[in-house]
Every structure is written in C-alpha cells, then in structure tokens.
C-alpha cells in the first residue's frame, strides 16, 4: 500500500525547493525576479509554470520508489520513463523553453531513491544526516551504469545533447557522473555547508551557499556556455566573493554587481542553482531549514 502522505509530503519539498531556488534574489547570472541574467528566453514566471507542470511527476517518482520490487536497473527505467513524459509537460508548459532538464533528472533519482529508502522505515521529519547519505548511496546504485551506456559510441552518434557534447570535449561527466557517484557535490560540500549556517536567514544563507557551489564545483552550464577559462574565471570570482567576510548587506550589493558581469558575459551558473535546489530539498527534510 502505498503511503500517500509521504508521497506529498517529498513531492511538497521538491516543488518548494525549486520554487525557493527561481525566487532567490539576487543571484549572479541566473533568472530571479529581479532580472533574467544571461537567459533572454526566460524569467521567473517562465520558471514557476515550469515548476508547477513538473509536481505530478515528483509525486510519481516518489511512488515508483516505495513500490519497486525489482533490480536498481528496473527501477531508473521506471524512473526515466516516467522523466521523458515530466520534460514533455515542462517544455509544453514553458513553449519550449528548457528550464528544468538538468532538475527533472536529478529529482527523479533523488525522489526515486528517497521512495526506495523508505520502504524500509517510516517518514519522520527531521530525519538524519544519515537519511541523506543512504539517498546518495541509492542514488549511486541507480545510476552508476549510466557512463558506460549513456556515453558509449558518442563519436558516431549524429545528435548530441549537451551533457554528451562536454563529455567529449572536456571528459567532464556532468549530472549523470554527478549521480552515478551518489552526488558528492551534495553530501560532502552543500550540505555540510547547510547544516553550519542554520542560524542565518533563509535568504543570506541560500545566497551564500550558491556562492560557496559556484566556487566549487563543476558547472556544465558554464562549460557549455563559455568553455573551460570561463568556468574557471567563474570559480576563482566566486571564491573571492565568498571569502571576504561580507555583511548581508555587502553581500547583496555585490551580487547584484556580480550578475551585471555574468549577464554580460552571457554566462549563467545553471549547474550550481540545480544542486542548490536538490540540496533545499535534503535541508528540508533534515529540517535545518
């Protein structure tokens, strides 16, 4: 039987961490209320119906998870199935516009895996930092076998999504090596980042934790948009930022100057906004936010 209160309870989280995500403001280089940043295709409104055509299928990853009976494999091919028809609903909700391909893929193993970790206890929030990890593990379990099929042949192959064009040109795995290795950038940066930042306001410490992503990790979106040196150019900006021991408000000043910069430069940190939005949904369910 299928525990439906659980069920809308994590497919709430995830809507909600998405929807906290578009609605931080200001965030250098991406879409907020206050401005479009290197996007001219979208805005927050974009983002929202996006947001909002993607929940029913939040709700079924969840429930592919608590029900699964077969191998991991079986259970990411329930899980993409169900991810092809979610992208349809979002680009159909957006006029085409890809908002969320990165998200939709990570919250379909993440909600997935979260499903198939509580088959073997009850929800109970706040859960543990051990929770988490044993969604990453399950995360890995799904999805380590996605670098070999998915990035196989790739030379012949006539179409490239943008994931397979940076594994060619860069040998960077992006958000399939990213799951496949239980979300490292989540487990041992983001949230250990989360859980020592409960005292300040939601807004400054999500503010601060994008920073923190941006001077970390390895951004696909900024790779994609302007190759390795931006990337790069990107961290070491960040990091400068990150580490100057601003106040709130020095901090808000000098984002809303950092976007100025990434808008010109048309380059958009797309890649730390998405783990930021999965580590929101973790930090709720830890409730250390």
């Known amino acids: 039987m299928i525990n439906s209160s659980c069920c809308h309870l994590l497919t709430d989280y995830a809507e909600k961490a998405l929807l906290y995500e578009v609605t931080l403001s200001p965030k250098p280089g991406l879409v907020d209320p206050l401005s479009a ?24 990853y969840v429930e592919a998870g608590l029900t699964h009976t077969g191998t991991p494999i079986d259970l990411f091919d329930k899980l993409r199935n169900i991810g092809v028809q979610a ?20 919250f379909a193993v993440i909600l997935g895996a979260t499903g198939w970790h509580l088959q073997k206890r009850t929800l109970s929030t706040p859960w543990t930092k051990e ?3 044993q969604v990453f593990e399950r995360t890995s379990q799904l999805t380590e076998h996605l ?25 960077v795995a992006g958000i399939r090596g ?11 940066k983001l949230l250990p980042f989360l859980r020592n930042l409960q005292n300040l306001p939601v807004q400054e410490r999500l503010l601060r934790a994008l920073l923190f992503l941006m ?23 960040s990091k400068k930022i990150h580490q100057a021991a601003l106040t709130k408000e020095e901090l808000l000043d000098e984002l809303q100057r950092y976007d100025l910069i990434l808008t010109k430069r048309h380059l958009s940190p797309g890649g730390s906004a998405d783990l930021l939005a999965l580590g929101i949904y973790f930090a709720q369910l830890e409730g250390i936010l």
């Open 178 to 188: 990213e799951a496949a290795a239980g979300y490292p950038s989540l487990s041992h």
């Open 87 to 106: 992208e349809k609903a979002m680009l159909q909700a957006t006029d085409g516009v890809n908002t969320h391909k990165g998200a939709n893929f990570s």
């Open 147 to 171: 670098i070999l099929k998915d990035f196989a042949n790739l030379e012949t192959k006539q179409t490239l999504s943008y994931g397979e064009k940076l594994y060619l040109d860069y040998g």
């Open 215 to 237: 001077s970390e990790i390895e951004d696909g979106n900024l790779l994609h948009r302007g190759g390795f040196n931006a990337w790069e150019e990107v961290k070491l900006e």
């Open 131 to 133: 929770d988490s990890q």
């Open 37 to 60: 940043g290197a996007h001219n295709d979208m805005d927050v409104f974009t983002f929202i119906n996006s947001t909002v055509s993607l929940r029913p299928f939040f709700h079924q």
